[in-house]
């Protein structure tokens, strides 16, 4: 069965880090693309990265030069490197996996998500 876990989030004030885990189990992350996707209440997924299967990334404009994904294929997991956090960052952030050569902006090309890691920046 599939299975992708999160981990790393948690309250950090504004300027400050963090470094999100997505840990796959009973897949190899080698064949995915994988994707980080942040969501506020009653609105929908949005891409803030992604790393496709050859190590290509892509980034939102409002995360650009802040945040860094990368995949670590022998801990088939993937990270996503938070830097200079700003209080509008805080959302529930998904990893999410895609069978797939290329990053997608849709959230519902995903095949499978994990269950979210919170993310709140704030003094």
């Known amino acids: 069965q599939l299975q992708l876990v999160e981990s790393g989030g948690g309250l950090v004030q504004p300027g400050g880090s963090l470094r999100l885990s997505c840990a796959a189990s009973?897949?190899?992350?080698?064949?995915?693309?994988i994707g980080w996707f942040r969501q506020a209440p009653g609105k929908e997924r949005e891409r803030v990265s992604c790393?496709?299967?050859?190590?290509?990334?892509v980034y939102a404009d409002s995360v650009k030069g802040r945040f860094t994904i990368s995949r670590d294929n022998a801990k088939n997991t993937v990270y996503l490197q938070m830097n200079s956090l700003k209080p509008e960052d805080t959302f529930i952030y998904y990893c999410?996996?895609?069978?797939?050569?290329?990053?997608?902006?849709?959230?519902?090309?995903?095949?499978?998500w994990g269950q979210g890691t919170q993310v709140t920046v704030s003094s």
């Open positions: 999410a996996a895609r069978l797939n050569l290329y990053c997608s902006r849709a959230w519902n090309e995903y095949d499978s």
């Open positions: 790393i496709s299967r050859s190590g290509g990334t």
């Open positions: 009973g897949f190899t992350l080698d064949y995915y693309t």
